[in-house]
């Protein structure tokens, strides 16, 4: 099983900032991950796949990068409706695995 | 518009069975892999199952291989989620989620239900 390990844990960034989010693999993934945001009481909503193709809709301030095992999810300058939890998610291998979360808060 | 209405969750007592339904429309629904992804209160995300556009590929995750079945009806345009033996760690919001690709392998979740509670306890 591929472990995805997300760092930090806790995000606290004012309106405005920049924020950076890290993901890492236990093995390489080439460019199979994709970044998931879930607010609070609703369903995930996909932003990246293919570890830096936004998806629809996706407003350009949201960015990745990365292959191999080490990807970054980043903010370039953070909205009152991003704050939120972000999931990294490899989809290379079975079973597909999650990483634990980083919650984005003020 | 894609869209994904789950039904089925509720309370049930451990050893039980529930059969969890996905109702899809939006989308040619028999052209795409199907998820289901499972959150435990207070938790992260879990992948339970995924199925190929034609049910030709399954793939279970350990935590549920033997009591989980997954399943589709093209000319219904819905997704199953058979649960069989359930313990009170199968306690989660179940999410159905549509797969980007007709194959389940290389396929990522691009879109999501709100997701059914199902409760386990006696």
């Known amino acids: 099983e591929i472990v995805m390990t997300q760092s930090p844990a806790t995000l606290s960034v004012s309106p405005g900032e920049r924020a950076t989010l890290s993901c890492r693999a236990s093995?390489?993934?080439?460019?199979?991950l994709a970044w998931h945001q879930q607010k609070p009481g609703q369903a995930p909503r996909l932003l990246i796949y293919g570890a830096s193709t936004r998806a629809t809709d996706v407003p350009a301030r949201f960015s990745g990068s990365g292959s191999g095992t080490e990807f970054t999810l980043t903010i370039s300058s953070l909205q009152s409706e991003d704050f939120a939890v972000y999931y990294c998610q490899q989809y290379i291998n079975w079973p597909r695995t999650f990483g634990q979360g980083t919650k984005v808060d003020i | 518009e894609v869209q994904l209405l789950e039904s089925g969750g509720g309370l049930i007592q451990p050893g039980g069975s529930l059969r969890l339904s996905c109702a899809a429309s939006g989308f040619t629904f028999s052209s795409y892999a199907m998820s289901w992804v499972r959150q435990a209160p207070g938790k992260g995300l879990e992948w339970v199952s995924t199925i190929s556009g034609s049910a030709g590929s399954v793939n279970h995750a350990d935590s549920v291989r033997g009591r989980f079945t997954i399943s589709r009806d093209n000319s219904k345009r819905t997704l199953y989620l058979q649960m069989n033996s359930l313990r009170t760690d199968d306690t989660a919001v179940y999410f159905c989620?549509?797969?980007?690709?007709?194959?389940?392998?290389?396929?990522?979740?691009?879109?999501w239900g709100q997701g059914t509670l199902v409760t386990v306890s006696s």
């Open positions: 989620a549509k797969g980007s690709i007709y194959y389940a392998s290389g396929s990522y979740e691009d879109s």
């Open positions: 093995q390489s993934l080439g460019s199979n």
